[in-house]
């Protein structure tokens, strides 16, 4: 068996391990008492050079690994604790957050603080960029400039956002991005975000029928035209209409404008899902279901999410279907199903 195996399975349980090998890989590699072919394969970047030493098909094909590019001194890794942060922490975000010289987060409860804190005494929360009542937008260019002051202060940065860092989450996608234009090394890890435990939750899958999914401010200010065959996801309908931040709740004036919105698509028997995934271990989510007449802004908050099954069902294009059996019988491979089969 690969050592390079074992080495990676313990990799991917043990966050002191990852978080070593995040500071030092070589030596991490050396202390592990890789084999030099596989440390050669794993040096490759290819996916395909793995495989075959996992496989144990013997010596890479790889080419000599070329000369390291050299990087400007510091880095920024984007980490998301998740939803629930109990349970729902990757090991390798810890190990990010934990060897980062500079750990600064956002996120929405004291647990998820307390775990960062401990893993990083060091780390520092952006929530103070937050105005009450000001422009959310001004504050999240202040955190991208926090954020970038690390970076180019030759620091290993590490920011971490609650949920899955890549959702409705502005910061992380700029600093990324102005970081990799200023020639620092900037990605990004996945987490677990509300729609992840909205589909566990509500038991439904993305893929049967597909899913449209919108924020629900830009969905009203849009032209969007909604297939009703297929699943619809509104996010932040608790903050529609209102860009400001406001830590006692929001401006919903617009709220019954969604509602309206909504009724050109849906008749008003159609059931509506509120949706707030669970914060905390041994907590359940919170799943209000009612029809569209009856949403008001009484029924959400600034965590709420919403979920429309679909109303109608789907139409089958004969056209296509045709042009598919007949692609399938020229090569002899399985015909698709045709309507009413």
Not at 95 to 103: H, P
Not at 196 to 206: S, T, W
Request: glycine residues 8%; charged residues 20%.
């Amino acid at each position: 068996m690969a050592e390079i195996r074992r080495f990676m399975a313990e990799l991917a349980i043990s966050a002191s391990r990852l978080g070593r090998y995040v500071r030092s890989p070589a030596a991490e590699l050396k202390a592990a008492r890789i084999p030099d072919n596989e440390i050669a394969a794993l040096a490759s970047g290819r996916a395909i050079d793995l495989w075959q030493v996992l496989l144990g098909n013997g010596e890479t094909a790889a080419p000599p690994p070329a000369a390291p590019v050299a990087q400007k001194p510091g880095s920024l890794a984007v980490v998301g604790t998740g939803i629930r942060v109990v349970g729902q922490l990757t090991v390798e975000a810890i190990a990010w957050m934990k060897e980062a010289d500079e750990l600064v987060y956002l996120v929405a409860d004291p647990i998820a603080e307390e775990v960062i804190t401990q893993l990083n005494p060091k780390a520092l929360s952006l929530r103070g960029y937050y105005g009450e009542g000001q422009g959310r937008m001004g504050s999240y260019e202040a955190m991208v400039d926090h954020i970038l002051s690390c970076v180019r202060g030759g620091k290993r940065t590490c920011a971490a956002f609650y949920g899955h860092p890549g959702v409705f989450a502005y910061p992380s996608h700029e600093s990324i991005r102005r970081a990799r234009t200023e020639g620092y090394t900037a990605f990004m890890l996945p987490g677990i975000s509300a729609e992840d435990c909205l589909f566990a939750d509500l038991g439904v899958d993305p893929c049967v029928n597909g899913t449209q999914t919108y924020e629900a401010s830009d969905f009203l200010l849009h032209e969007r035209t909604i297939d009703t065959s297929s699943q619809l996801i509104l996010w932040q309908v608790g903050v529609v209409g209102d860009f400001t931040y406001r830590g006692q709740g929001y401006d919903l004036r617009g709220f019954p404008l969604l509602v309206q919105r909504l009724l050109e698509f849906y008749p008003p028997s159609q059931e509506v899902v509120l949706y707030e995934a669970a914060l905390f271990l041994g907590c359940p989510p919170t799943i209000q279901r009612l029809q569209l007449s009856q949403l008001t802004a009484e029924y959400v908050n600034a965590a709420t999410t919403m979920y429309i099954a679909p109303a109608r069902p789907t139409t089958p294009s004969a056209r296509m279907q045709y042009a598919l059996r007949d692609v399938q019988q020229a090569t002899g491979a399985q015909q698709a199903p045709q309507n009413g089969e």
